[in-house]
């Protein structure tokens, strides 16, 4: 269940004890400590181990926690459309985007819609119309894709999800992002693959980065959260620590 808590008297919004100590995530107020802003937000969120990896056995599953779910679920409260790769939706067997009713009556209050938006970014538009992230949905996803893409798995796809074609023969992500923010989703939550951050880093979208910093080493192949072309690095600034016993959970924002 998501928790939305009242404001903590032994925590500042950026989640910080006075003094500078980190606090547990428990104590914070989590949607002050990830406030939607009044300027166009393209926020991202992942987990990584200590040594960098993003999966356990293919999944990010392996690396999350108790306290990691809970700011999983108030960024998805706070966020007006949720940005996800194909690819993610696949491998991490995405359900509907479906709030529990503590996390609808926040959006309520706060005049937004009950649900979010899923945005599904597909350049093959490989994807199972099936799967309960389109069947069960409560709001009809938006499927992001190209002028390439196949016209079979368009229009299968078209009967569960309205599909927007930005770019020739890839997805032309800043176009995308652009429109939905015409259609007043400002505030953005993207929740990888890394080839989608990567793309996002290239295209430099990014205004801040959520990550959770995992304590477990974990080897082998598993990539880092962002694959993509090389570019010129992008400053951020530290904006709040939280943490949950030994996992920590990191907000970086945009150096302005």
Not at 106 to 117: E, I, V, Y
Not at 182 to 198: I, V
């Amino acid at each position: 269940m998501v928790r939305l808590p009242a404001p903590s008297r032994r925590a500042d919004p950026a989640g910080h004890r006075p003094g500078g100590t980190v606090i547990d995530v428990r104590d914070a107020d989590l949607a002050a400590c990830y406030p939607r802003r009044p300027e166009p937000t393209l926020r991202v969120n992942f987990v990584a181990s200590i040594d960098g990896a993003v999966t356990v056995d293919g999944k990010s599953a392996g690396l999350g926690g108790p306290g990691d779910k809970m700011i999983f679920d108030t960024l998805r409260t706070v966020c007006d459309a949720l940005v996800v790769a194909a690819g993610t939706v696949r491998t991490e067997n995405y359900d509907a985007l479906r709030l529990t009713e503590p996390a609808r009556q926040w959006r309520r209050d706060h005049g937004l819609p009950a649900f979010p938006l899923m945005v599904v970014v597909s350049g093959s538009l490989d994807l199972d119309p099936g799967q309960l992230v389109f069947s069960d949905a409560p709001v009809r996803p938006l499927i992001v894709t190209h002028a390439g893409a196949p016209a079979d798995r368009r229009a299968a796809l078209a009967e569960v999800a309205e599909i927007v074609t930005f770019g020739e023969e890839s997805v032309d992500l800043a176009a995308a992002v652009g429109e939905l923010h015409a259609r007043g989703a400002t505030q953005l939550l993207c929740e990888g693959g890394p080839r989608l951050l990567g793309a996002m880093i290239a295209a430099d979208l990014i205004d801040e980065l959520c990550l959770t910093v995992s304590p477990r080493l974990v080897g082998g192949a598993a990539g880092r959260i962002a694959a993509g072309p090389d570019g010129p690095p992008r400053e951020m600034s530290l904006a709040g620590i939280l943490a949950d016993g030994d996992m920590l959970f990191l907000r970086y924002a945009r150096s302005r």
